[in-house]
Each structure stands twice: as C-alpha cells, then as structure tokens.
C-alpha cells in the first residue's frame, strides 16, 4: 500500500501497481521453485567432485562405441555418445547446468517472446503442420526467441571462459519446431532436477531411522557412498550425449543436453540406488507430491 501511494498518479494507477506487484511476485516465486534445484546440484558438483582429482570409483569419464561413430539404432541410443575425460565432463555438466541456470532465470522474458513468435504471421514466418517424427507438430521459426537465446549462450560461455560440446541451438527444426516446444522443454528442468535434490536431501534423514541405518550401511555402504553413487551416475549418463539414434537430435548441442538427461530419468528404476529414490518418496518425474 505505501508503494501504490507513493507511485500512483495521472500515468500510472493504483491497478497498474498491483500488476507490477504481483508480476514481480510471480517471477521471485517461480525463481524460488525452478532455478533453486539447478543452484543445488552445481553445489553438489562442486563439493563431491573435482575436475583435477579423481576419487576412486568416482571418475565421470565417460565413451563408448556409439561416441567413436560404431553402433547404430537403438544400441547407439542406450549409450553414451561422447568421449570426455574426467575434468572435461566435470566442466560439460557445470556449463551445461549453469546454461540452464541462466534460461531459467530469464524465463518470464523468453515466455514473452515465445507468445510473440508464435503469433508473428508477418512473411516468411508463417507456420506449417509438419510430421516432425512425434507426430504433427507446427514448424515455425522463432527469430525473437532465437536471438534471446544465442544472448545468454553468450554470457555464459564469456563467464566459462572454454565452452565445450556444441554450440546449436534447435529452434524452428524438427527437434524443437516452434516457441513453445521451446518453453516446454527448459521447464522441465526443474521437474528433473527436483526429485534427486530432494531425495540427497532426505538420504541423511533416512538413515537416522534405525530400521533404515542398517540397510543403508550394510546394501548401499553409508550415507556418502548413496549420495556420491547417485550424483556420479547423473552426472556421467545424464551428460552423455545419449537418448537418439543420431548427434542431430543427442550429443552435446545446447538441445540434446535436456536429451541426455531425460534419458537418464527414464532408466532410474534400472538403477541400484533406484529403492533409495522409493524410500525418500519418489512416485515420478512427474509427481508433484514429491517434488513438493
């Protein structure tokens, strides 16, 4: 109520401020809910890992047949695409996640200029119903979100300094054919960050149930060991290229990251560690009970 007395006047309402008010609410809230996994696990990178030592059994060095051009169909999609080094994974998997950190951040802007992209019918920007291989989907270019995109791939590739993997941004292709499939993808980061932050963050909890603390210590090896096991895994083969038959649609462009790591969440139930993800309360990627 002070801000609207103070502001308000002949050019600028009583309602005008609220808007304002309210729009700024909306994005901090936002913020609080997408960008703090992302946050969280560039802390768990840096305080499990190192890209100059190398724990043992804990290297995130990662490659493959399907990495060296062999393998075809869905052999090559299982598996990992790339060939890094430890110290380089370490580095791909921190840009990858400070690249989403900087989306995320700037979503209410890329939101606005996604909606104008898609409503842009001016020449050369009409859309066109394309099978896209999921199905029919409308192919139309996204200059405005393009070029937004390619600012903040800028900024933080200068904050990197060395940027590592591929530099495409799919936009108005048939990986990412509109403005929309476009928001819809960077908002699922949090959706696939959220349930491994919060099941790290409940594994110290857990294992001060006496019921638990022996199957933790005599199945899985203590509390770090669960939550190094869960974060290397992650950050090898949720970074490696994979989740394609091809480098167009995985390997390291700016697109096939999000690839990889959905990828990997459709094979957690695959995992040793997958009755730790049970026993924290994970029902799915998509639970909201759990991800709450």
């Given at each position: 109520e002070k801000l609207i007395q103070k502001y308000r006047g002949r050019h600028l309402s009583k309602s005008d401020i609220e808007n304002c008010l309210y729009s700024i609410g909306d994005n901090d809230s936002y913020l609080g809910g997408n960008r703090r996994p992302i946050d969280t696990m560039i802390r768990l990178l840096t305080k499990y890992f190192s890209p100059d030592k190398i724990e043992k059994g804990y290297s995130l060095a990662i490659g493959g047949a399907s990495a060296a051009g062999g393998g075809a169909g869905s052999a090559a999609k299982k598996?990992?695409?790339?060939?890094?080094?430890?110290?380089?994974?370490?580095?791909?998997?921190?840009?990858?996640?400070?690249?989403?950190?900087?989306?995320?951040?700037?979503?209410?802007?890329?939101?606005?200029?996604?909606?104008?992209?898609?409503?842009?019918?001016?020449?050369?920007?009409?859309?066109?119903?394309?099978?896209?291989?999921?199905?029919?989907?409308?192919?139309?270019?996204?200059?405005?979100?393009?070029?937004?995109?390619?600012?903040?791939?800028?900024?933080?590739?200068?904050?990197?300094?060395?940027?590592?993997?591929?530099?495409?941004?799919?936009?108005?292709?048939?990986?990412?054919?509109?403005?929309?499939?476009?928001?819809?993808?960077?908002?699922?980061?949090?959706?696939?960050?959220?349930?491994?932050?919060?099941?790290?963050?409940?594994?110290?909890?857990?294992?001060?149930?006496?019921?638990?603390?022996?199957?933790?210590d005599e199945q899985f090896g203590g509390v770090e060991k669960i939550i190094k096991d869960i974060l290397c895994d992650f950050f090898k083969h949720g970074f490696d290229g994979g989740g394609a038959d091809n480098f167009f649609d995985a390997g390291s462009c700016i697109d096939g990251r999000l690839t990889s790591a959905w990828n990997w969440c459709s094979q957690l139930q695959t995992k040793p560690f997958y009755p730790i993800f049970k026993l924290a309360g994970f029902t799915s990627f998509d639970g909201t009970e759990f991800q709450e």
């Open positions: 598996g990992p695409r790339l060939t890094h080094s430890h110290g380089r994974q370490f580095h791909f998997v921190l840009q990858s996640l400070m690249l989403w950190r900087a989306v995320t951040h700037d979503m209410f802007r890329l939101w606005v200029l996604a909606e104008q992209d898609l409503l842009d019918q001016s020449k050369g920007n009409a859309y066109s119903l394309t099978n896209t291989g999921q199905g029919l989907n409308r192919l139309q270019n996204c200059p405005r979100v393009h070029a937004a995109m390619r600012e903040i791939l800028h900024g933080v590739q200068q904050k990197v300094g060395v940027w590592i993997g591929s530099s495409v941004i799919h936009l108005g292709d048939k990986n990412v054919p509109n403005a929309l499939m476009f928001i819809d993808k960077y908002t699922q980061v949090s959706r696939i960050l959220n349930p491994i932050v919060l099941c790290i963050v409940q594994i110290p909890q857990l294992y001060k149930r006496e019921s638990l603390k022996r199957l933790f």
